[in-house]
């Protein structure tokens, strides 16, 4: 699916996403992926949600959002909340959905100058039967 959001000078924004991979601008990653809302993307974890380890987590709090919008692949799966304590310890907001979900409310998020972070893992390629 591609969509195109209005854009704020030198944020990052998602323009599509597919099977394994996400476009951010005009640059195709494949796997997990730290999408600050502005900067560097960063390659992120690229299992499940309950193969995230604390370290992972570290990654996003350097990157000192005020939101997170967590992308946990094809279907909604919710991190183990121990690996939340630090993000909401400092009072970061923190939102689970569906990656497509995730990259459509990142871009709306960065649209009105927030600064979100989406933490999206990938979403397999399907297989057939």
Known sequence: MKFQPDQLAGTNVISRHGADEIWVGNTRFVGGLLVPW??????WASGLPQDLAEADFAA???LQPEVVIFGSGARLRFVPAALLRGLIARRIGVETMDTPAACRTFNVLVSEGRSAVAALLPVPVATAP
């Open 38 to 43: 502005t900067g560097t993307v960063l390659p």
């Open 60 to 62: 996003v709090l350097a």
